[in-house]
C-alpha cells in the first residue's frame, strides 16, 4: 500500500497560500525585468526587482530550514484524510509548477524580442557591448599633437586599418589653449583579412573625457582617394595652427575636413602650403581650386571671419593658376568632378548638400552658385523625392539638362535622375534590363548602379555598373545609348572595367 506523508487541512492551506505569494512576486519580478529590458526604466523597476530578490532569498532560507528541521508529533488524524489532502497537495503543487513555467516562458519569449534586431532597451545595451568601445583621450592639445594624437589613443584600444576613408567629413572643435572640446568623424577601411571595418567616432569634453568609437556601423563603402583620412593628418601637421587663429581672438576654433573637394572659382581663404610649410595666399583662380583643403574658422562667424582653408600641394609654386586648357574663360576645367559638386562655368555650380543623416544614409538638397562658389541657394530642397541614400554623382550638360545619382546599400546599387528644368524637378530613368543566365536556369540583371552620363558621337551614353557587390563577368559595365536626351535608353553591349 502507498504511503503518504501526512498532511493537514491547516499545511494544505497555508501551502496553497504561500504558493500563490510566490507565483504573484515570480510573476512581478518577471514583469519588471521585462520592462526594464523593453524600456531601460531602471529608476522605476530596480527598487522593486530588488525587493523580489530580497523575497526569493527569504524564501529559499525559509525551505532549507524547515526541510532540516524534524517535524514534531503529528497530529492525529485519520489516514484517509491524511492521503487526501497530500493528493491535493501533489496536484497544486503540479499546478504552481505549470504556472512557473508559463509565465517564464511568456516573459522569457518578450524579453528575448527585447534584445533582438533593436526592439528594446535590451538590445541597444547588447549592440554597445558587442561594438561599443570607450578610450580616454591622453592627447588632447591641438596645438601639440595635432590630429595623429587623438588616432594614437584610439589605436591603443581599437587596432584601426593604416588606410582610412572617410564617410562624410572630420570635424573638430578646440579653444584658444589648444585644448581639444569635440570631435567627430565616421571612418571606414579594410583589415588585414580584407574585410570592411567602420568606426563611427566621437568625443565631447564636457560630457566625459572619453572618446566613444561604435564598430561595424552601416556606411557606404567606395574606398573612393577623394576621401582619404591621410592627407588631413599630413596638413595638420605643417599648419601653423596657433599662429592662425590667433588673429581671431576668439574663445572657440574648429576644423573641417571633406577630403579632396572643389572650390570651385572662389579663392576667398585659399592658402597653398608645402611639406616645408612654405605658403602662398596670392592665388588667382585661372582654372578650379581642388585639393584636400582643410579649413580652419570660428564656428558660427564663417560669414564673418573668412576660414583659412589649406591646400597641401608639392609644390606652391607650381599650382594650378595658369590659364585653363580649354582656352575659355567659361568653360570648367573639368579634370575633377565630385561625386556631390559640378562646376558647369567659372561661375555656375552645383552641389548637393546634407540635410539629414539616419543610420548612415543621407537626404540631400540641391545649391546653386552663379558666383564661382561664394554664395550658394537652394533650388531643389528634395531632388530624390524623400529617397535617402548616399550621393553617387551629379553633372549638368547645360544649363537645362542634368543628372543625379543616389546609391543605396553600402554603394550595392543605385538610382539615375534626370532634369530638363535646371534642378528645378527630377524624374528617376528607367533603363531596359539585362538578363544574364545562372547555373540554375534563372536569370537576373547585374548592372544596378549608373554612372554620369556623356555626349559622345552626337549620343548620350551612360556606363551602368554593378555595384560595390557585383561580380558578374570580371566586373564589367552595361552601356545604354540614349537619342533624345535621356528620356530613352537602350543597352548596346557590355564594356570591360577599366
Known amino acids: 500500500m502507498k504511503r503518504y506523508k501526512?498532511?493537514?487541512?491547516?499545511?494544505?492551506?497555508?501551502?496553497?497560500?504561500?504558493?500563490?505569494?510566490?507565483?504573484?512576486?515570480?510573476?512581478?519580478?518577471?514583469?519588471?525585468?521585462?520592462?526594464?529590458?523593453?524600456?531601460?526604466?531602471?529608476?522605476?523597476?530596480?527598487?522593486?526587482?530588488?525587493?523580489?530578490?530580497?523575497?526569493f532569498l527569504a524564501w529559499f532560507i525559509i525551505l532549507i530550514i524547515r526541510t532540516v528541521k524534524k517535524p514534531e508529533a503529528a497530529l492525529e488524524q485519520s489516514l484517509d484524510r491524511s492521503e487526501f489532502y497530500s493528493k491535493c497537495k501533489t496536484k497544486w503543487i503540479c499546478v504552481v509548477i505549470i504556472g512557473i513555467v508559463l509565465i517564464t516562458c511568456f516573459y522569457g519569449v518578450k524579453i528575448y524580442h527585447s534584445?533582438?534586431?533593436?526592439?528594446?532597451?535590451?538590445a541597444w545595451v547588447l549592440e554597445d557591448l558587442k561594438n561599443k568601445r570607450t578610450v580616454k583621450l591622453e592627447h588632447d592639445n591641438i596645438?601639440?599633437?595635432?590630429?595623429?594624437?587623438?588616432?594614437?589613443?584610439?589605436?591603443?584600444?581599437?587596432?584601426?586599418?593604416?588606410?582610412?576613408?572617410?564617410?562624410?567629413?572630420?570635424?573638430?572643435?578646440?579653444?584658444?589653449?589648444?585644448?581639444?572640446?569635440?570631435?567627430?568623424?565616421?571612418l571606414y577601411g579594410k583589415n588585414d583579412k580584407g574585410k570592411l571595418q567602420s568606426y563611427l567616432i566621437s568625443y565631447d569634453s564636457i560630457k566625459s573625457g572619453n572618446v566613444t568609437v561604435l564598430l561595424n556601423g552601416y556606411v557606404?563603402?567606395?574606398?573612393?582617394?577623394?576621401?582619404?583620412?591621410?592627407?588631413?593628418?599630413?596638413?595638420?601637421?605643417?599648419?601653423?595652427?596657433?599662429?592662425?587663429?590667433?588673429?581671431?581672438?576668439?574663445?572657440?576654433?574648429?576644423?573641417?575636413?571633406?577630403?579632396?573637394?572643389?572650390?570651385?572659382?572662389?579663392?576667398n581663404g585659399i592658402v597653398y602650403i608645402d611639406s616645408k610649410r612654405n605658403m602662398n595666399s596670392n592665388v588667382n583662380a585661372y582654372s578650379e581650386i581642388i585639393g584636400y583643403i582643410v579649413s580652419v574658422f570660428v564656428p558660427g562667424k564663417e560669414s564673418i571671419d573668412t576660414p583659412v582653408r589649406y591646400n597641401l600641394v608639392d609644390n606652391i609654386y607650381n599650382t594650378k593658376t595658369s590659364q585653363s586648357s580649354k582656352g575659355k574663360d567659361d568653360i570648367a576645367d573639368?579634370?575633377?568632378?565630385?561625386?556631390?559638386?559640378?562646376?558647369?562655368?567659372?561661375?555656375?555650380?552645383?552641389?548637393?548638400?546634407?540635410?539629414?543623416?539616419?543610420?548612415?544614409?543621407?537626404?540631400y538638397s540641391l545649391n546653386k552658385t552663379t558666383d564661382g562658389g561664394v554664395t550658394w541657394k537652394t533650388i531643389n530642397e528634395d531632388p530624390f523625392s524623400g529617397v535617402i541614400g548616399s550621393a553617387a554623382g551629379i553633372t549638368f550638360l547645360n544649363d537645362k539638362l542634368g543628372f543625379l545619382c543616389l546609391s543605396y546599400n553600402g554603394g550595392g546599387n543605385g538610382q539615375l535622375y534626370r532634369t530638363e528644368d535646371g534642378g528645378i524637378s527630377y524624374k528617376k530613368i528607367d533603363f531596359p534590363e539585362v538578363k544574364v543566365s545562372l547555373n540554375n536556369g534563372q536569370t537576373y540583371n547585374p548592372f544596378d548602379l549608373p554612372g554620369m552620363p556623356y555626349k559622345k558621337d552626337g549620343s548620350l551614353n551612360v556606363l551602368v555598373g554593378q555595384g560595390s557587390d557585383g561580380d558578374y563577368n570580371a566586373g564589367c559595365k552595361a552601356l545604354y545609348q540614349s537619342k533624345d536626351d535621356g528620356?530613352?535608353?537602350?543597352?548596346?553591349k557590355e564594356v570591360p572595367k577599366a
Open 334 to 363: 573639368e579634370s575633377y568632378n565630385a561625386t556631390n559638386q559640378f562646376y558647369l562655368s567659372k561661375k555656375v555650380g552645383y552641389r548637393l548638400k546634407v540635410t539629414a543623416v539616419a543610420l548612415g544614409n543621407r537626404a
Open 115 to 122: 534584445g533582438t534586431k533593436y526592439n528594446g532597451k535590451l
Open 487 to 492: 528620356i530613352t535608353w537602350r543597352y548596346v
Open 143 to 186: 596645438y601639440k599633437d595635432g590630429i595623429d594624437g587623438i588616432f594614437t589613443d584610439i589605436n591603443s584600444k581599437v587596432n584601426m586599418p593604416k588606410k582610412l576613408y572617410i564617410s562624410n567629413n572630420f570635424s573638430l572643435k578646440f579653444d584658444s589653449n589648444g585644448k581639444i572640446i569635440s570631435f567627430d568623424t565616421y
Open 220 to 267: 557606404n563603402a567606395n574606398y573612393s582617394k577623394d576621401k582619404l583620412l591621410a592627407p588631413l593628418i599630413e596638413t595638420m601637421k605643417v599648419i601653423p595652427l596657433k599662429k592662425t587663429v590667433s588673429r581671431w581672438n576668439e574663445k572657440q576654433y574648429g576644423i573641417l575636413y571633406y577630403g579632396k573637394r572643389s572650390f570651385g572659382y572662389n579663392t
Open 6 to 55: 501526512q498532511v493537514t487541512k491547516r499545511d494544505l492551506v497555508l501551502s496553497m497560500a504561500a504558493d500563490l505569494l510566490f507565483i504573484l512576486v515570480y510573476w512581478i519580478s518577471f514583469y519588471e525585468l521585462y520592462t526594464l529590458c523593453r524600456f531601460g526604466r531602471i529608476n522605476n523597476n530596480i527598487s522593486i526587482l530588488f525587493g523580489c530578490m530580497v523575497f
